[in-house]
């Protein structure tokens, strides 16, 4: 099956600095989302990227699907960016996401 | 517009209990996926439910099973629970299986 790697698996920054997060996957996917797992552990949609470039607001990614990876911008972060942010890719038939192990970031004030 | 809604939020069962789960997905949604997180595990697909038939199953015994009805709410059952039962269950709806996922606040089950 496909698997999922994300890097790196902890981050931890000054509030206001930039940081990328890496998602590499082992095969063709028709979906693909970032979530942010909040503390009570709901899973916050961020982008629905299979490919190509999206942004909202500090929030961008960029998924380039023929060399399996997806990445994560967060500029200028504050303190409540501060959870574990997963990638979740899925296959070619139905809603069966793969989770990557996810990037635990820190903002520290 | 209502988000996916999950019974119970939290739930105490003794071993070898059993339980039903339940999620009730987006309006106009019809897949309903379940998720299972664990430290240890991740996260970890279940099953997918689309137009009340199973279409994708993940590697769980069989102790764990759903069924989805036609209003497309879903729920899922864990039979002669163990204490490694005890997680986050996640689900998610989605209008079909390629088509942005949103998950409710989850279910955190703990077994005794």
Redesign the interface.
């Known amino acids: 099956g496909i698997q999922v790697e994300q890097s790196p698996p902890d981050l931890i920054l000054q509030e206001g600095a930039n940081s990328t997060l890496r998602c590499n996957f082992s095969d063709s996917v028709?979906?693909l989302?970032w979530?942010h797992q909040n503390p009570?552990?709901?899973?916050i949609?961020l982008f629905?990227i299979?490919s190509g470039t999206k942004q909202n607001g500090r929030l961008s990614a960029t998924t380039v699907a023929t060399e399996r990876y997806s990445l994560l911008y967060i500029s200028s972060s504050q303190t409540t960016d501060s959870g574990v942010y997963?990638c979740?890719v899925?296959g070619n038939?139905?809603?069966?996401?793969?989770?990557g192990?996810?990037t635990r970031l820190s903002v520290l004030p | 517009k209502a988000g996916v809604t999950q019974t119970p939020r939290y739930l105490i069962k003794t071993r070898g209990q059993q339980v039903t789960l339940s999620c009730s997905p987006i309006s106009g949604h019809r897949s309903v996926s379940w998720y299972q997180q664990t430290p240890g595990q991740g996260l970890q697909f279940l099953f997918e439910y689309f137009s009340e038939t199973q279409r994708n199953k993940g590697n769980f015994p069989g102790r764990f099973s759903g069924r989805q009805f036609s209003n497309s709410r879903s729920e899922m059952n864990v039979s002669t629970l163990e204490l490694g039962d005890s997680a986050l269950y996640l689900c998610a709806s989605s209008y079909w299986g390629g088509a942005e996922a949103f998950f409710g606040q989850g279910t955190r089950l703990t077994v005794v």
């Open positions: 028709n979906n989302q979530f009570w552990g709901q899973l949609n629905y299979p997963f979740a899925g038939y139905g809603q069966n996401f793969v989770f192990p996810g």
